[in-house]
Structure formats: C-alpha cells, structure tokens
C-alpha cells in the first residue's frame, strides 16, 4: 500500500498541504469505514466545495476534479484540510489565519504559522467573501435561515416516509442507499455555509471585547441562545428522567424520543454504526443516568441562566462602545446574528444526521440477510464492502467474507489508536501512534494543575471520570465530572448529570462548547492529553472562566 496505511486512506492535496482533525474528530472520532469513504465522504467532499463557491471563497478549478481536497484520511481516520481554513481567513475581510486557528483548532500545541502560497490572496475573492458577509449580519434569528428549516422538515419526512425494507430485493435496498447519497452532498454543503458564516460574528464579537479590555464578556455572549437542535435530546431523555420507568408514559415518551432522535448516536456520520434506534439500550443508560441528579440539573433552567447572562453581558459591552456608532452598530448587528447562525451550525449537523440514519436503514436489512446466509458475521459489516463491491456481493455474498474479516480486524486495531491532531504533506503512520487508553507522561498529582482554554464559565469540583467512548454511559455518575478526548452530539446526555466537562481538544465552534453553554456547564476545552493525565476517580476542580484543571485529591 506504500503510503497508504488502511484500504480507505485517500491521496493527500500538496498545494493545501496541512491536515487536521479539530471538528472533524468530533463528527469521525472512529476511523472511516470503505463504504462511507467511497460514498458519503466523497458527496461531502463535493458538498465543501460546493460551500467554498457558494461563500466566494475560492473557485471550483482551485480544486481537483477527481480526488479528495478539503478531506483527506489516513491510517483510517478523517482529517479536513487546515490549509484551506487559514486560506479563508486570509482572504475574507475581517479575519485572518489566527482568528481561524483559534476558532478551529483552540490551544493545541505543534501548530505550524501560516505560509502564504502562490495564488492565496484574491481580492477579487475578498470582495464577494464581503457581500456574503453583509448578508449574514442582516440575518439575526434562527427562523430567518428558511434554507436550515427547509432542509429540517424534508429529513423528517424522510423518516416519516420510510419505508418497510423487509419487502426489497437487495439490489433496491443498495440502490436507496445510493439515492439519498446526494442529499446528504446538499445538507452537508449547507452545514459548512453555516459553520463558516458564523465565524463571521463571532470575530467580530471577539474583536470589539479584545479591544476593550473584556475578553471575559465573549463566552457569556455566545452562550444561551437557544434552539440548539443538538441539545433537545437532552431535554428530552430529562424529562422522561422524571418519569417511572415502568410506566405506560414512559413508554409512550421514547417511542416518540426515538422517532424524533433515533438518528443519533456514537460516531454518527458512520452508517456503520449504532444509534438510539437500532440500539436503545443506549439512550435507556444515559436517561437512567439522568435519574440520580437533582431537580436544578434541568436543562431548561439553565438555559434560562445563560439567556440571562448573555443579556446582561451584550448589554454591557454595548454600553461601552456606545460613543462609536460604527463599532456599536457592528456589534449589535454580531451579537443579534450570532443567534442566527451559532444554533444554525447545530440545526445544519442534525440534518444531515437525519439523512446518513436514512442511508443506515436500508443497508442494515441488507446486513441482516447476509447475516442469514453467512456471509457476514455482524450486521454492520456492510460498511466494510467497497462500493464497487457491493453488486458483486449481491450476486456471490461469501465472495467478500474473508476480506470483510481482515478490514475488520484490521480497522478494530487502528481504533485504540490517538493519531495525529495535524500533520503537514502526510504522518508517520499507525507504527508510531500511541493507544488511546496508553498513560500519558506526566499524569497528574494531587495539587497540580493543567490549563486548557475556557469553554463555559463557571466553576465545578468532582469526581473525574475519564470515559473514552459515549457507547457507555454508566460510568458517569451524577455530579461526576465528564473528561473526554472529544465530543459529538451522541455525548450531550452525559453533559446533563455532570457537573463539568474537560476534552482533550476543541475551539470557539466545537461541539463541547456550544452544547455546554446551553447546558450552564461549567467547561474546559483543549486540554491536551487530560484523558491519559488525569487519574480516573481523582477528585478535581475545573474553572471554566481561566481554562484551569486542579486534581484535588487521588483516588
């Protein structure tokens, strides 16, 4: 395989040479399987591109026609191209490379400065990356984003509509498959619309508090909004936390939960792998979770807190540029919009979760009946076959079992592995990673301290549990502090019973942030190796306004 360590790996751009997993961990955190490289993750590549035009950041010929730009994998895992970011942040008035860097990437150590290249600035670019921009500060609630609600209602009637696959003949169920790939090309273009334009008010926030002397005023500002589709799960399993388990209610509530929330679950952006729907047990364990912690856990009430909060902080940053009219304006117009496209961002990821579960279903029935004629030895191993493969398999299904087995094999041992955070041109390979439960040097002792950046202000002292994968959620125990290597939106049950949350990586747009500033968590981000440094049951102290960890006591 030369250079290529796994049978996804993909050819790697060398005009955009820099490789990361910042956001993209959160929604990969788990290596990528063939069947979604050759299928999803290219529609998503496309879809970028799509995004870039769309924005005026860059021209459709910047990129190659036939291979892999603003993604790349290697040794299994998804990584997205920080080159391009950086690229945007030139290019775009009012940002730059470091706006980006701290946006995307927080506090993590390695990163190489930004190199301009032939061909980075365009001020023909930065003039339509502008006009774009007014538009986004002219939208200033999530229900002005029409496009995002759009794209909500048809991935519910997606679901609605499905249909019963037990009556499909194989070749159907791969071509249903095939069929909703493109539009998860158009939500996702759409997420990445989203996500770049709320950069946008966030920089401009940011900048106002920096120059001021209140850079403390910025996470109360962006946090409280509201209507943040990824955490309404959240109030949900609450909710039916205060129900008898036992009951016709209850019952009655997760049978809605799960036609409502089934699409979501660990490693979600993979078909291959399980969710609220296709394993429940999952959503039970974090509901009962939930049932130990105390009335004022509710989302709801803080919520309530943070809404507050950012009222009175936007009120008080106001207050101090109200001699400027210009800044003022910009402002007011950045905090208003800012509850337009921060919650947009999590509205635009459910929906293409909605859409990748619809792409699951059909090719679950497909698994189960090779299951049946024993071919496959797990229903999930549809993910394994290339999608070149799978008409093949229709017609001789034992003609991929052995393969199936050895990619399996072979993709179980590259998921105990941490690899690389970035690289530039390519990494060293899976030889020279560490495991992911392997301890870091320099574990913690009681008294010391690590610093990460803030993420949700507050404070909170617990018990840490060090849990590396939201599969199971027992081990957190209300009041407990959740420290995880990363986070996506299958995580946000464990956010409501926790008194805090500490993640290895994560910056200003990741998913820890925006879901534990809606929750009133206390949060500390980019915390590099806080899942291998801090003992597993030490007592701990985070400080979600400095960025401080302080492991009180050992177990």
């Known amino acids: ?88 942040g030139e290019r775009a008035p009012g940002l730059s490379w470091q706006l980006m860097d701290e946006t995307f990437f927080g506090a993590m150590p390695g990163i190489p400065p930004y190199q301009e290249m032939d061909g980075d600035v365009r001020p023909d670019l930065s003039e339509k990356i502008g006009a774009t921009f007014g538009w986004v500060f002219a939208q200033s609630s999530l229900s002005d984003l029409t496009e995002l609600t759009e794209d909500r209602e048809e991935t519910i009637a997606l679901r609605a509509a499905r249909p019963d696959y037990s009556t499909w003949t194989e070749h159907d169920l791969w071509q249903r498959y095939l069929d909703l790939v493109p539009l998860h090309r158009k939500y996702f273009s759409h997420h990445l619309f989203t996500s770049y334009m709320a950069t946008g008010p966030v920089g401009a926030i940011s ?31 609450w909710d039916m936390s205060r129900l008898d388990p036992d009951s016709a209610e209850f019952a009655a509530a997760f049978e809605q939960f799960l036609l409502d929330f089934g699409s979501r679950g660990p490693n979600e952006w993979e078909s ?12 039970l364990s ?61 509205r635009t990821k459910t929906n293409n979760i909605r859409c990748i579960h619809e792409m699951r279903m059909p090719m679950r029935e497909f698994g189960s009946r090779m299951v049946a004629k024993g071919a496959f030895d797990e229903i999930e191993d549809y993910g394994f076959l290339r999608s070149a493969e799978v008409d093949e398999c229709i017609a001789n299904p034992h003609a991929f079992t052995e393969t199936i087995r050895s990619r399996r094999a072979e993709y179980r041992t590259l998921q105990e592995l941490v690899p690389p955070f970035i690289f530039n041109g390519r990494t060293d390979g899976p030889d020279t990673w560490h495991r992911r439960d392997e301890p870091a040097e320099g574990m913690l002792g009681a008294g010391d ?80 190796d806080a899942t291998r440094r801090i003992p597993n049951g030490a007592r701990i102290r985070v400080d979600g306004s400095t960025g401080a960890v302080t492991v009180l006591e050992l177990p």
Do not use: K
């Open 1 to 88: 395989m030369g250079d290529r360590y796994y049978v996804t790996d993909s050819d790697l751009s060398e005009r955009f040479p820099l490789y990361t997993r910042a956001n993209v961990g959160e929604v990969f955190p788990d290596p990528v399987t063939p069947l979604t490289s050759d299928t999803a993750l290219w529609f998503a590549e496309l879809g970028w591109r799509d995004a870039w035009v769309r924005m005026g950041a860059f021209e459709a010929d910047e990129f190659p026609d036939d291979q892999f730009c603003q993604l790349g994998v290697q040794g299994g895992y998804c990584y997205l191209n920080a080159s391009l970011i950086r690229i945007f």
């Open 207 to 237: 900048a106002v508090a920096a120059a001021v002397g209140r850079p403390d005023l910025i996470l109360p500002i962006l946090a409280g909004i509201g209507e943040v589709d990824s955490a309404a799960p959240s109030q949900a399993m």
């Open 272 to 283: 291959r792998s399980p969710t609220w729907e296709t394993r429940p047990a999952l959503a």
């Open 286 to 346: 974090a509901i009962d979770r939930m049932r130990g912690a105390p009335d004022a856990a509710n989302p709801s009430l803080q919520n309530a807190e943070r809404a507050r909060q950012r009222a009175e902080a936007s009120a008080e940053l106001l207050a101090m540029v109200e001699g400027d009219p210009a800044t003022h304006g910009q402002l007011a117009a950045a905090i208003a919009c800012s509850a337009a496209w921060l919650p947009g961002r999590e």
């Open 449 to 528: 301290t690590m610093a990460g950046m803030p993420g949700c202000p507050g404070q909170a002292e617990g018990i840490a549990r060090v849990i590396l994968d939201s599969n199971d959620p027992t081990a957190l125990e209300p009041g407990d502090i959740l420290v995880a290597p990363i986070t996506d939106p299958s995580w946000t049950p464990l956010f409501v019973p926790a008194a805090g949350v500490v993640v290895d990586v994560g910056a200003a747009l990741s998913h820890a942030i925006i879901v534990s500033r809606e929750l009133g968590i206390p949060c500390v981000i980019s915390a590099t």
